[in-house]
């Protein structure tokens, strides 16, 4: 498995802005996966993108992926407070059965 | 169907003393996997487990950790001889089958662990 470290570590916006984080990884995968985490809370899933993959959209939540240069981005548009969390990007490798986490990419969104 | 459960959600312990931590995986699901997160932390990889067996414990210390799922039951976590920087909160997750390949894990709300 492998870790990915997402950029910037912190992100403050004011709600209505977009909101937009990114990803590296190191060796190839198999899929990557962004997961929030509220304050106090597990993380949940949010979207699953394949390497054949290059764009996802869930929802406000758009994911590209770039294989070539190893990197992701999740971008959230039209923000809301409750979009306030940790995020987390999590490659996967296709012969690991575990997901390893970076430190996430912190975000407040402003009332 | 109800997700992810995990017991006790705090657990307050005395250096010295054991904790045992709890997580019951979400109905259907067979793969475990146990994080800790220090404050301001990401989540780090401790332990992988399916029914009975320690697929990958390549992030558990070496001493004092010990991690099970047993045929029957929820999988445990045991801390023996806890130390001040054993605090912290441990997630635990559960997939139906090798994530990731085939999808998401799905996290509890965690068990809060503070030792005095």
């Known amino acids: 498995s492998q870790q990915g470290e997402e950029d910037p570590q912190a992100l403050s916006i004011q709600e209505g802005e977009n909101a937009t984080m990114n990803c590296s990884y190191k060796?190839?995968?198999?899929?990557l996966q962004w997961y929030r985490q509220n304050s106090g809370r597990g993380l949940v899933h949010l979207i699953l993108?394949?390497?054949?993959?290059r764009e996802k959209h869930s929802g406000r939540l758009r994911v590209t992926l770039d294989t070539s240069k190893k990197s992701s981005s999740l971008l959230i548009t039209a923000s809301r407070a409750a979009d306030t969390a940790s995020y987390f990007c999590?490659?996967?490798?296709?012969?690991?059965?575990?997901?390893?986490f970076g430190g996430g990419t912190r975000v407040l969104v402003k009332p | 169907n109800a997700g992810v459960m995990q017991n006790p959600r705090h657990l307050v312990r005395r250096r010295g003393q054991e904790a045992r931590l709890r997580c019951s995986p979400m109905?259907?699901?067979?793969?475990v996997y146990w994080y800790r997160q220090l404050p301001e932390e990401g989540l780090k990889f401790m332990v992988y487990?399916?029914?009975?067996?320690?697929?990958?414990e390549s992030g558990m210390p070496k001493e004092r950790f010990s991690a099970e799922f047993p045929k029957e039951g929820p999988s445990i976590l045991r801390i023996q001889q806890v130390v001040r920087g054993d605090s912290a909160a441990y997630f635990c997750?559960?997939?139906?089958?090798?994530?990731?390949?085939?999808?998401?894990?799905?996290f509890g709300e965690g068990s809060r662990l503070t030792v005095l």
């Open positions: 997750a559960s997939s139906p089958m090798g994530a990731p390949n085939t999808g998401e894990l799905f």
């Open positions: 060796t190839s995968i198999n899929n």
């Open positions: 993108i394949r390497s054949n993959e």
């Open positions: 999590a490659p996967a490798v296709a012969a690991g059965n575990k997901l390893t």
């Open positions: 109905k259907g699901h067979s793969h």
């Open positions: 487990l399916q029914k009975e067996n320690i697929i990958d």
